[in-house]
């Protein structure tokens, strides 16, 4: 990935999430496990200084949030997920950069995969 202008971060991993995803109807008619990556490019200084939750970006707001959008959209691609969660991500004040990974744990494939996943960088616009 491109580094961001501003290199804070904030990480969250491992966020797990049953949800309506994919293209075979096995898949639409039964939800199943997805797991989420996601990096949040904003600047952190105001919380280093204040040590105040209004100074940054809430990650527990976040993940909230990205349950939801994976609940309600019942997408048939992962890349269609990914691109609403970063989508949602970007509005949030202060946030310039995100980097969603969207694994999907049980992929519907007669090979030996532990998962399929895809990630999408997206940056907010500059006007």
Known sequence: MTQPSNSDCIQLRGLRVVC???????????????????????????????????????????????????????VQLLERLAQLVAERLLELDGVSTVEVTVKKIRPPVPSDLNFSAVRVTRHRQRT
Do not use: F, M
């Open 20 to 74: 309506v995803v994919g293209v075979l109807p096995e898949e639409r008619e039964r939800a199943q496990p997805l797991e989420l990556d996601i990096d949040i490019y904003s600047d952190l200084s105001a919380a280093g200084d204040s040590d105040d939750l209004q100074d940054t970006v809430d990650y527990g707001s976040v993940a909230q949030t990205i349950e939801e959008i994976c609940l309600e959209a019942k």
